[in-house]
């Protein structure tokens, strides 16, 4: 009888309480990521919901003729082809708004944590450092005086930006729609924007139009005062020309959280003194990612309960 039963499909490695609370509501099938889809036809008919963080894609739908809903972990969802979802009448679900507050406290710790050299200072005491060689040399860059550009301005970056105001930094932004009511200097380009400050803040989606926007030109415009703090997507930046950037003084730091074929981070970019580099980690405190993990969570209860979700995607709205 429980071989009818309908099932979650949990790919890969997903938050502990993800699996805890799905275990009590619902049957729960596993598959490995980043292979082909291995369930028996039987299962495969069961799999009416995904519970994932990564990737899922168009393949693994096509083998599942049940699935109605798949709830991503993270607010980000590239890792799920939801045009194939949206073909398919597929409910997409991501983690909006409850990370918002963290992921712009960490902003801002990697900001600064960039111009001022904190962690290298720290560093410099726990190696007996300060006693031994006295004072760590005087941060080059300072915070004060700086005219920031937001690459994005939705929630995260808009929890960024009110942050940012009793810095007492100037504030400007590039999206590709002004907003309305906003106190900040609107640029209709990116590499505009990029000329006018010299700090620039990625926080955009990854989607074909942000593939490496952040080119050479962008960090010849920032300058060689400019600093670059990413904790968008790794893609969004074009990491050889950053590298560049920072070796040859193109511009003067950058602080990133996110790259390009994480968790492999270039050995060159390790070894810059002007780059402060965190593991992706933007939302990773305890009560958020509990927060992020019941949602994932209560969208499918929700939808298996009501027909309804929390926190739809826009490319696959409920009907
Ligand atoms: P959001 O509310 O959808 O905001 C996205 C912003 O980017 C909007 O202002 C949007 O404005 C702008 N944008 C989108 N495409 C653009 C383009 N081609 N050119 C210029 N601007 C563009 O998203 P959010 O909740 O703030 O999250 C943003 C992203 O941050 C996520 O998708 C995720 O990738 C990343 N993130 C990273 C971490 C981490 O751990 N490091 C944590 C959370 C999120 P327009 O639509 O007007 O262009
Ligand atoms: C998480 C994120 O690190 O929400 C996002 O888009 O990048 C982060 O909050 C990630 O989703 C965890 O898998």
Not at 78 to 95: K, L, M
Not at 115 to 144: C, H, I, K, M
Not at 156 to 172: C, T, Y
Not at 214 to 240: C, F, H, M, Q, T
């Amino acid at each position: 009888m429980s071989q009818q039963k309908s099932a979650i499909l949990v790919p890969g490695k997903i938050h502990p309480r993800v699996l805890d609370r799905l275990q009590a509501e619902f049957d729960i099938l596993t598959a490995p990521q980043g292979a082909p889809l291995e369930l028996g036809e039987a299962d495969a008919a069961r799999v009416r919901g995904i519970a994932v963080s990564g990737a899922v894609p168009a393949a693994w739908m096509e083998r599942l003729p049940n699935l109605e809903i798949i709830a991503n972990f993270g607010v980000g969802y590239d890792g799920v082809d939801v045009a194939a979802a949206a073909s398919r009448g597929i409910i997409v679900t991501n983690t909006p708004d409850v990370l918002d507050d963290e992921v712009a406290d960490t902003t801002i710790a990697l900001l600064i944590n960039t111009v001022r050299q904190l962690p290298r200072t720290e560093a410099y005491l726990r190696e007996g450092r300060w006693a031994n060689n006295g004072p760590f040399p005087l941060s080059p860059l300072s915070l004060r005086g700086r005219h920031v550009g937001l690459f994005g301005l939705g929630r995260i970056g808009g929890e960024i930006a009110k942050r940012l105001e009793p810095f007492k930094v100037k504030i400007s932004y590039h999206t590709r729609r002004p907003k309305a009511d906003c106190p900040y200097g609107y640029h209709a380009s990116l590499l505009d924007l990029a000329a006018a400050v010299d700090t620039l803040i990625c926080i955009v989606p990854k989607t074909a139009e942000t593939h490496k926007a952040i080119d050479a030109a962008v960090l010849k415009a920032l300058g060689p005062n400019g600093v670059l703090i990413n904790v968008g997507r790794g893609w969004s930046v074009d990491e050889d020309a950053l590298i560049a950037a920072l070796q040859d003084g193109t511009i003067a730091a950058a602080g990133l959280d996110v790259f390009q074929e994480e968790p492999k981070v270039p050995q060159a970019l390790i070894d810059l003194p002007n780059a402060s580099l965190l593991p992706h980690v933007a939302s990773a405190s305890v009560p958020t990612r509990n927060a992020m993990a019941d949602l994932v969570v209560d969208n499918l209860i929700s939808w298996f309960g009501n027909g309804t979700v929390l926190t739809p995607v826009p490319e696959t709205p409920p009907k």
